[in-house]
């Protein structure tokens, strides 16, 4: 079946450190490959995303590269703020009907200035 | 102008009774989603909607009914609600060639 698995949380870092959150995948085909942020009492926002191999999706400076050979999607951004403690998810889902996004665990980030 | 928008937020009932939730997008998505996220935060498809036909039905118990009217709300109804229905449900939207979903807030239920 198809699946996502992330790294276990939580991440604590200190402002300014750099932050990688890995996510590897399974699916059956040729996914696309997502990255969200839940902020504290809200709802989910895509960070980025890629839809084929070799893409690299970033937004805000995280950053995440489709690698299909190792099937991963693993996040990263050079310089965390206090502002990025949240819960991350990867997910991915297929362009077919009768599809929808498959999520992670989900990674919570706790930054402290 | 929220995009995605679900009422109520927060939802607080008793074991045995009927409540629904509801939810509109303005974005002209044809896809539509129900998801269920547990006390871990872990995030599961219940429901999908495409131009007012259901699509995806996942294993979930049938006190929980999806509903339609048109593309641009999906209301979740639940009967006889029980402790362990306690959780966030977010509604979201997609266009059928994307799957880029956008999520509304969530409504919170608690079932006491």
Redesign the interface.
Request: charged letters at 20%; zero cysteines; proline letters at 0%.
């Given at each position: 079946g198809n699946s996502v698995t992330q790294m276990e949380g939580p991440v604590t870092l200190s402002e300014e450190a750099f932050l990688t959150i890995n996510c590897t995948y399974t699916a059956t085909g040729y996914p696309?490959l997502?990255w969200?942020v839940?902020y504290p009492g809200?709802?989910?926002?895509?960070l980025l995303?890629a839809t084929k191999a070799d893409d690299k999706g970033s937004n805000k400076g995280f950053e995440a590269t489709y690698r299909k050979e190792t099937t991963s999607f693993h996040l990263e951004k050079g310089s965390v703020q206090v502002s990025d403690s949240a819960?991350y998810?990867c997910a991915l889902?297929?362009?077919q009907?009768?599809?929808?996004?498959?999520?992670g665990?989900?990674t919570?980030l706790s930054v402290s200035s | 102008d929220t995009a995605?928008s679900q009422t109520p937020k927060y939802l607080v009932t008793q074991m045995g009774n009927d409540k629904s939730i509801k939810c509109e997008q303005n974005l002209g998505h044809d896809t539509m989603?129900w998801?269920k996220q547990d006390s871990?935060?872990?995030?599961?498809?219940m429901f999908?909607y495409?131009n007012k036909e259901l699509?995806?039905n996942e294993t979930v118990p049938n006190r929980f009914s999806p509903k339609s009217p048109d593309k641009a709300h999906l209301n979740l109804h639940i009967n006889s609600l029980e402790l362990g229905d306690s959780a966030v449900y977010?509604c979201?939207s997609s266009r059928?060639?994307?799957?880029?979903?956008?999520?509304?807030?969530?409504t919170r239920l608690t079932v006491v």
């Open positions: 696309s997502f969200y839940q809200e709802g989910l926002q895509l995303k819960v998810f889902t297929f362009n009907a009768g599809t929808a996004l498959i999520f665990k989900g919570t | 995605v989603y998801y871990k935060k872990f995030l599961k498809i999908s495409n699509i995806i977010f979201a059928s060639d994307t799957r880029e979903a956008f999520f509304g807030q969530g």
